[in-house]
């Protein structure tokens, strides 16, 4: 048995049979397969990111309705937690912004998203004003998520925090509706 074993062994390693289209198998399958996990990433990162828009919309048609309400950070990001549903560690990674806007002498937002590292220490929410009726406002939502890939394709094109975690960022504009 081991003998005919060994004998067909040898057979193989010596038949060149298939050499030419070897080469082309080891170029072709990674680029092939990496293209796939690609594919797989911005899949993902496209439902996280229609998720995290649903719960921001939702959040905002909310404080449209209850201007004069007591509405605060956590009360929002916990809205946007429940209406989204697909975000993981949503309560711990979302950090929310929200300021009023001039329409008439309009200016870009400064700074930059603020999202949440968890591997420093935590910051308090920057820019958090609810405003006041039939003024223009702007929330911005930043969320931090693991890639599922982060080696490879748009998982190691993403820029990461120090806890190996990318950040997406939604926005909205509206006006507070008059009670």
Same mark, same amino acid.
């Given at each position: 048995?081991?003998?005919?074993?060994?004998?067909?062994?040898?057979?193989?390693?010596?038949? @060149?049979?298939?050499?030419?289209?070897?080469?082309?198998?080891?170029?072709?399958?990674?680029?092939?397969?990496?293209?796939?996990?690609?594919? %797989?990433?911005? !899949?993902?990162?496209?439902?996280?990111?229609?998720?995290?828009?649903? /719960?921001?919309? $939702?959040?905002?048609?909310?404080?449209?309705?209850?201007?004069?309400?007591?509405?605060?950070?956590?009360?929002?990001? @916990?809205?946007?937690?429940?209406?989204?549903?697909?975000?993981?560690?949503?309560? #711990?990674?979302?950090?929310?912004? $929200?300021?009023?806007?001039?329409?008439?002498?309009?200016?870009?937002?400064?700074? +930059?998203?603020? /999202?949440?590292?968890?591997?420093?220490?935590?910051?308090?929410?920057?820019?958090?004003?609810? !405003?006041?009726?039939?003024?223009? $406002?702007?929330?911005?939502?930043?969320?931090?998520?693991? +890639?599922?890939?982060? #080696?490879? /394709?748009?998982?190691?094109?993403?820029?990461?925090?120090? #806890?190996?975690?990318?950040?997406?960022?939604?926005?909205?504009?509206? %006006?507070?509706?008059?009670?």
């Amino acid at each position: 048995m081991i003998r005919s074993l060994k004998k067909a062994l040898r057979r193989f390693r010596r038949d @060149e049979n298939g050499a030419a289209i070897l080469l082309e198998f080891v170029i072709f399958v990674p680029l092939i397969f990496s293209t796939f996990l690609m594919a %797989v990433e911005m !899949g993902l990162y496209s439902m996280r990111h229609m998720f995290l828009d649903r /719960g921001l919309d $939702m959040t905002v048609r909310y404080v449209r309705l209850n201007t004069n309400t007591d509405i605060t950070h956590d009360l929002l990001k @916990e809205k946007i937690c429940t209406y989204s549903g697909f975000l993981d560690d949503c309560d #711990s990674t979302l950090r929310l912004e $929200m300021v009023p806007l001039n329409p008439r002498q309009f200016a870009a937002l400064q700074q +930059p998203v603020d /999202g949440v590292d968890i591997s420093e220490p935590v910051k308090d929410p920057r820019g958090f004003d609810p !405003g006041l009726e039939h003024q223009l $406002m702007i929330l911005r939502a930043c969320v931090k998520f693991k +890639p599922i890939f982060p #080696s490879t /394709g748009l998982g190691y094109a993403l820029t990461k925090d120090g #806890s190996g975690r990318a950040r997406m960022i939604s926005t909205a504009a509206f %006006v507070q509706e008059p009670n």
